[in-house]
């Protein structure tokens, strides 16, 4: 994986990380600025309006502060009074819960800001908040989530994996956001293949992980119990763990997948190849609900976001947990530093 | 459900729980051994051959004590000093590992001995060590597995349910040994709504939970996310849900299944009603891996085991963990102790 950000290296300092706004009406905001008041994320700039930030804070009654720069190397001088803000007005007014379809381009442009600026060298990765897809769609948004509109901008040409990781568990699914019926439908051996290289290159590169070990869970119960409950684990698994093996990645399995994740188990590897999605994310967010980060790996810069929407239940009230983003934010400045580090 | 299993109410003493030998090659007599020397377990004894019991406590070097008994009602006086078996001797002599068939007939048998007991009213409840299932069924086991089996001799017409406890988490699987694709193939609304009402009565009568909550879980990622993943959640799990709301049942959903086990999540909840083996399983054994304990619930008597299988590659080293078969006895005591006090 090549690291295609220029990275203020030798200097000491490290490139603040682009914040985007997210889906307006739900809990973005709200959380980006918990996390700065938290004092322990590492410098970043929100892209947001910043009228309606100074609202929020307002109508909570925060005593936060915030401060609108025009340039991303502004923000460390001023992370530790206040929060960075690149200025982009939004066009409605924003209703906490109810995604305005005026608002879905500002949204959509904070993204590509947040890229343009780690394009250039200005910022050291993206930490995304979450998006409404709907709104998105309904204003022509022709990419089915953040993931592929950053390949997309990224102009990379093999599908970006997403993994979920917290302090104890890495989990990338090989298919992601498709029912049951089409997860089995549409496992593949060479996706399995492809998303394990990724998976593997990106703990050599991003989480300093010399020589990964990749446990493969099988698809069945029991991963199939030799045949008796399934044959996807002798089809496509075994031989898609074969050629990982002759590529010289340590990838093991297919292991059962419900004896996988328990605390003993955890220690023998270092991230998992999951068939579908629960079965990556009902043990992760099992294990640390708020914690979790969703990392896109196979980009030529680093990305991550909360593992969670825009929770539009409760926005506007305070109350989110700004954990998953603040996990987020120190994982993707970690990460960032370790490309730097290589480069 | 009924109470079948007379009990010695009012005499204010609790009779002994039946444990089965389990497949003599596996750990079960070990564990059985260490659960009775951890002084924690209820008063039990062990359905299983005394001379190989007594050749395992040598070739181990343990100090323990068993002793030989004709009839349950002797367990109390001997529990503190002795693990009171009931000889049956084997056939062939054992080989840690490595089943021998002609053992096969007194792994079934012990099995029979255990449910004559309780239905005898000599013995509280059963608690089954693991079997291997090939070698019963190459000797001619019919039965696909214990539960099956304990149907049978319990002539109870209804499937039973299989439930995996531990003390943060009850989960039923509606499918439960087939293949995901057969899981998809075969989930039935009228399953779904047989399953939780037999639960909904086991948490009554066992578990002393006078109105019990059931969450049941979606099938597919975000329970489908309003059919853009899957249509199951409305053809088939709704209208299950629906139809048990009108049974006076408390089960709520369908629910995401990736953020149903957290522990926020199950506070809001007494179990979850899943619909793939996986889906169960993953969870629990995440979250406690040793002390899960698998009981079955349609049955007119209790039964419980430990949720693991005869791990040859430890047996016969002492080092198997007696954790879960130590909470399959004490909550197969607490759970006769319940019915009794009902009846």
């Known amino acids: 994986m090549s690291s295609a950000a220029p990275q203020a290296s030798g200097s000491g300092k490290a490139l603040p990380l682009a914040m985007t706004m997210g889906e307006p009406a739900g809990v973005g905001a709200e959380i980006a600025l918990k996390a700065w008041a938290s004092k322990s994320a590492p410098p970043f700039f929100l892209i947001d309006d910043a009228n309606r930030l100074r609202k929020i804070i307002d109508d909570l009654c925060w005593g936060m502060s915030i401060k609108e720069i025009q340039a991303a190397d502004e923000t460390p001088g001023i992370f530790t009074k206040s929060l960075p803000v690149l200025h982009r007005p939004l066009n409605a007014e924003v209703i906490a819960g109810i995604p305005h379809p005026d ?137 898609a763990i074969a050629r990982l093996r002759q590529l010289g990645i340590d990838a093991t399995g297919p292991w059962p997948p419900d004896t996988l994740f328990h605390e003993a188990a955890r220690k023998t590897y270092d991230a998992v190849i999951c068939m579908y999605h629960d079965q990556a994310l009902i043990p992760i967010k099992t294990i640390d609900f708020d914690g979790a980060v969703n990392v896109t790996l196979g980009l030529p810069f680093v990305r991550t976001s909360p593992d969670h929407g825009t929770a539009f239940d409760i926005a506007g009230t305070g109350r989110a947990s700004e954990k998953s983003l603040l996990a987020a934010l120190n994982m993707a400045a970690d990460m960032a530093a370790r490309r730097n580090s290589q480069g």
């Open 103 to 239: 608002n879905a381009a500002s949204v959509i442009n904070a993204i590509r800001t947040a890229v343009e600026f780690v394009q250039s060298g200005q910022a050291s990765s993206v930490v995304t908040n979450p998006i409404h897809k709907k709104s998105l769609y309904d204003a022509g948004f022709k990419f089915p989530g953040h993931t592929e509109f950053l390949a997309n901008l990224a102009e990379v040409d093999t599908p970006p994996v997403m993994m979920l990781a917290s302090p104890e568990l890495k989990v990338v699914p090989v298919t992601i956001h498709v029912s049951i019926a089409d997860a089995l439908a549409s496992l593949k051996e060479d996706d399995i293949v492809t998303t394990a290289k990724i998976t593997a290159q990106s703990l050599e590169d991003d989480f300093a992980i010399s020589a990964p070990r990749l446990a493969v869970a099988g698809l069945n119960p029991h991963a199939g119990e030799g045949g008796g409950m399934g044959n996807e684990e002798s089809a496509i698994i075994e031989p």
